[in-house]
């Protein structure tokens, strides 16, 4: 069974910097393309930045320029560096990893706080 376990998040006054991590674990196949997501109270979930497995990369246009997103294959382990955060960025951060063998799935981790102080 796939786990999604996220580390990372916290407290942080504006302008200032947090990384997140998330491992994929439980499946044989290699993991395709992974992302972070958001969700701010009362907001729908959205999309922050996804990696696919050639490092190829997207982000929300609210985001570019301020984080990076990245991976270790060899770890099922991607990465999320924010820098110079607003508090619009406060939210519940989620983990996402995408399967295409044996078939196509997508697995969501538990979530992570990030707060950001003005």
């Known amino acids: 069974q796939v786990q999604l376990v996220e580390s990372g998040g916290g407290l942080v006054q504006a302008g200032g910097s947090l990384s997140l991590s998330c491992t994929a674990s439980g499946s044989f196949f290699r993991v395709n393309a992974m992302g972070w997501y958001r969700q701010a109270p009362g907001k729908q979930r959205e999309l922050v930045a996804t990696?696919?497995?050639?490092?190829?990369?997207n982000y929300a246009d609210s985001v570019k320029g301020r984080f990076t997103i990245s991976r270790d294959n060899a770890k099922n382990t991607v990465y999320l560096q924010m820098n110079s955060l607003k508090s619009e960025d406060t939210a519940v951060y989620y983990c996402?990893?995408?399967?295409?063998?044996?078939?196509?799935?997508?697995?969501w981790g538990q979530g992570t706080q990030v707060t950001v102080s003005s």
């Open positions: 996402n990893a995408q399967y295409i063998r044996p078939s196509i799935r997508v697995y």
């Open positions: 990696i696919t497995s050639d490092y190829s990369t």
